[in-house]
């Protein structure tokens, strides 16, 4: 396999078709990355990423992107980020700076304005009637009650790596909430020598388990893509039930370094995969008897 990208859930394909464009043309993985998700950044039919993304408590979208380079291990990020089209293409410019690769709220829109970046009010008219709907339900935060993470992996012929990720994080959140997606080592991670691994679901849950992070670690250490996504899932939400009785939804991708791919998760998890040998498929990873199932959707 000369190059390969998975992305997290249906939405994941519509990305995945311009990563594999790019990929196929001997494009850099970085960049397959990045152009999969702001797609998905761009379309108002997904109610948890970019335009269209689901407001917090106040009205207010304010999103989330992570990136990171595994080759160099640059990481950048922005969190709690307003009125921009695209968190991850910020993100991604942060990522080579010797230090403030990680900026939040008024300190990221600031950076933003300063470099350049597209403006761009995220609330959909479709998003305010919903969060006008549900503002005055007391709503206890839940998985998958109106949230949900592009994350993308991708290797590139020359064999380089990356992460990226953006979202709009929980619907309802408090203002200041910041989930697992831009925190590199919880949603994402990417190291070219080894693999990389990203996570969707409910952040404070895969924050627990520094998810993405020990899945690369896990690859590193003998594990295939597929073992490594599912033990770290497993091992965490195992745990989190032990101590309290209970764990919310998380799901995890993997891209291996040879371009095999793994998936882990506890809830049904569709996600998108495509390469240099397989067309763009998009699979079903579900939870049965214990076991992690994928079957074609
Ligand atoms: N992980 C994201 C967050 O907690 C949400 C999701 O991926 O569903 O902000």
Same mark, same amino acid.
């Given at each position: 396999?000369?190059?390969?990208?998975?992305?997290?859930?249906?939405?994941?394909?519509?990305?995945?078709?311009?990563?594999?464009?790019?990929l196929?043309?001997?494009?850099?993985?970085?960049d397959?990355?990045?152009? !999969?998700?702001?797609?998905?950044?761009?379309?108002?039919?997904?109610?948890?990423?970019?335009? !269209?993304?689901?407001?917090?408590?106040?009205?207010?979208?304010?999103?989330?992107? !992570?990136?990171?380079?595994?080759?160099?291990?640059?990481?950048?990020?922005?969190?709690?980020?307003?009125?921009?089209?695209?968190?991850?293409r910020?993100?991604?410019?942060?990522?080579?700076?010797?230090?403030?690769? &990680?900026?939040?709220?008024?300190?990221?829109?600031?950076?933003?304005?300063?470099?350049?970046?597209e403006?761009?009010?995220?609330?959909?008219?479709?998003?305010?009637?919903?969060?006008e709907?549900?503002?005055?339900?007391?709503?206890?935060?839940?998985?998958?009650?109106?949230h949900?993470?592009?994350?993308?992996?991708?290797?590139?012929?020359?064999?380089s790596?990356?992460?990226?990720?953006?979202?709009?994080?929980? &619907?309802?959140?408090?203002?200041?909430?910041v989930?697992?997606?831009?925190?590199?080592?919880?949603?994402?991670?990417?190291?070219?020598?080894?693999?990389?691994a990203?996570?969707?679901?409910l952040?404070?849950?895969?924050?627990?388990?520094?998810?993405?992070?020990?899945?690369?670690?896990?690859?590193?250490?003998?594990?295939?893509a597929?073992?490594?996504?599912?033990?770290?899932?497993?091992?965490?939400?195992?745990?989190?039930?032990?101590?309290?009785?209970?764990?919310?939804?998380?799901?995890?991708?993997?891209?291996?370094k040879?371009?095999?791919?793994?998936?882990?998760?506890?809830?049904d998890?569709?996600f998108?995969?495509?390469?240099?040998?397989?067309?763009?498929?998009?699979f079903?990873?579900?939870?049965?008897?214990?076991?992690?199932?994928?079957?074609?959707?």
């Open positions: 396999m000369t190059w390969a990208a998975i992305a997290t859930w249906k939405m994941g394909a519509l990305g995945a078709k311009i990563s594999a464009d790019i196929a043309k001997g494009g850099r993985a970085s397959a990355a990045v152009e !999969g998700v702001s797609a998905v950044e761009d379309e108002p039919q997904f109610h948890s990423v970019g335009y !269209g993304g689901r407001p917090d408590r106040t009205g207010h979208v304010v999103l989330d992107g !992570g990136f990171m380079d595994g080759d160099t291990l640059h990481y950048g990020a922005v969190a709690s980020i307003e009125g921009f089209r695209s968190p991850v910020i993100a991604r410019s942060l990522a080579p700076r010797e230090a403030n690769n &990680f900026l939040c709220g008024k300190g990221a829109e600031l950076y933003a304005e300063k470099n350049g970046f403006k761009r009010d995220n609330l959909s008219e479709e998003a305010r009637e919903i969060y709907k549900e503002r005055d339900r007391l709503k206890k935060l839940s998985a998958y009650d109106g949900d993470t592009v994350c993308f992996l991708t290797l590139d012929e020359s064999g790596m990356c992460a990226a990720v953006s979202t709009s994080g929980l &619907f309802m959140k408090d203002p200041g909430r989930g697992d997606s831009p925190l590199c080592g919880s949603g994402y991670y990417a190291d070219s020598e080894t693999g990389a990203a996570a969707t679901g952040g404070e849950e895969i924050i627990k388990g520094s998810l993405s992070f020990l899945a690369v670690f896990y690859m590193g250490h003998g594990y295939s597929m073992e490594a996504a599912q033990k770290a899932v497993d091992e965490l939400d195992e745990k989190l039930r032990r101590r309290n009785g209970k764990a919310e939804a998380m799901s995890l991708i993997t891209l291996a040879d371009g095999s791919w793994g998936v882990g998760t506890n809830v998890f569709p998108a995969f495509v390469s240099d040998t397989q067309e763009l498929t998009l079903l990873a579900a939870k049965k008897d214990g076991k992690t199932v994928i079957e074609t959707i």
